[in-house]
């Protein structure tokens, strides 16, 4: 995302002036092929591991697995987006962009392992671990979990309008670079 280095640098206009959707010029600008090679990959390799493993995986789980890991990556996404949002009105954001980043560490634990730990902590480390929890139980369970799968892709809907409106409604901060 170089949105925060657009916006500094004056680029941000040009986007402004074209007649396509603003973010989504600002998201996709910079990406490479390389993410979406890794993307599949790791899917890829996910799908052998548990074949070897011998665990009993029906072609629907691997569906609704492949969807829960794009739903993951989407969220994940909006997140770095709404805090590079902030560039707006704050300037150059680019630190919360990196703290962002590191937030991914937590997604290697389960929400589980942190159900004990004071309010704050859960605030932010169960909706980033949920992000890796709900694709993986989705595989290890033997009954495919439909309720926890429909509140994940709710939940995913709601935050993808709350950063549309949070975008918008910071966009009229936005003064030019130039």
């Given at each position: 995302?170089?949105?925060?280095?657009?916006?500094?640098?004056?680029?941000?206009?040009?986007?402004?002036?074209?007649?396509?959707?603003?973010?989504?010029?600002?998201?996709?600008?910079?990406?490479?092929?390389?993410?979406?090679?890794?993307?599949?990959?790791?899917?890829?390799?996910?799908?052998?591991?548990?074949?070897?493993?011998?665990?009993?995986?029906?072609?629907?789980?691997?569906?609704?697995?492949?969807?829960?890991?794009?739903?993951?990556?989407l969220?994940?996404?909006?997140?770095?987006?709404?805090?590079?949002?902030?560039?707006?009105?704050?300037?150059?954001?680019?630190?919360?962009?990196?703290?962002?980043?590191?937030?991914?560490?937590?997604?290697?634990?389960?929400?589980?392992?942190?159900?004990?730990?004071?309010?704050?902590?859960?605030?932010?480390?169960?909706?980033?671990?949920?992000?890796?929890?709900?694709?993986?139980?989705?595989?290890?369970?033997?009954?495919?979990?439909?309720?926890?799968?429909?509140?994940?892709?709710?939940?995913?809907?709601?935050?993808?309008f709350?950063?549309?409106?949070?975008?918008i409604?910071q966009?009229?901060?936005?003064?030019?670079?130039?």
């Amino acid at each position: 995302m170089y949105l925060g280095r657009n916006i500094i640098n004056g680029q941000f206009d040009f986007y402004l002036l074209r007649p396509i959707d603003t973010q989504f010029l600002s998201s996709f600008r910079g990406g490479g092929m390389h993410n979406l090679i890794a993307l599949i990959f790791g899917i890829a390799l996910t799908i052998v591991a548990i074949s070897n493993l011998g665990i009993n995986v029906t072609p629907f789980t691997y569906i609704f697995f492949i969807l829960a890991i794009i739903i993951s990556i989407l969220d994940f996404y909006n997140l770095l987006f709404a805090i590079m949002t902030l560039s707006f009105k704050y300037g150059d954001a680019a630190e919360l962009f990196y703290l962002a980043f590191n937030f991914q560490d937590i997604m290697r634990y389960p929400a589980e392992s942190f159900f004990k730990a004071p309010i704050m902590l859960l605030l932010i480390a169960v909706p980033f671990s949920a992000l890796s929890t709900v694709p993986a139980m989705i595989l290890k369970s033997s009954l495919f979990p439909f309720k926890e799968f429909a509140v994940f892709v709710s939940l995913s809907i709601v935050f993808n309008f709350l950063v549309r409106i949070f975008w918008i409604s910071q966009l009229k901060f936005y003064t030019s670079g130039s």
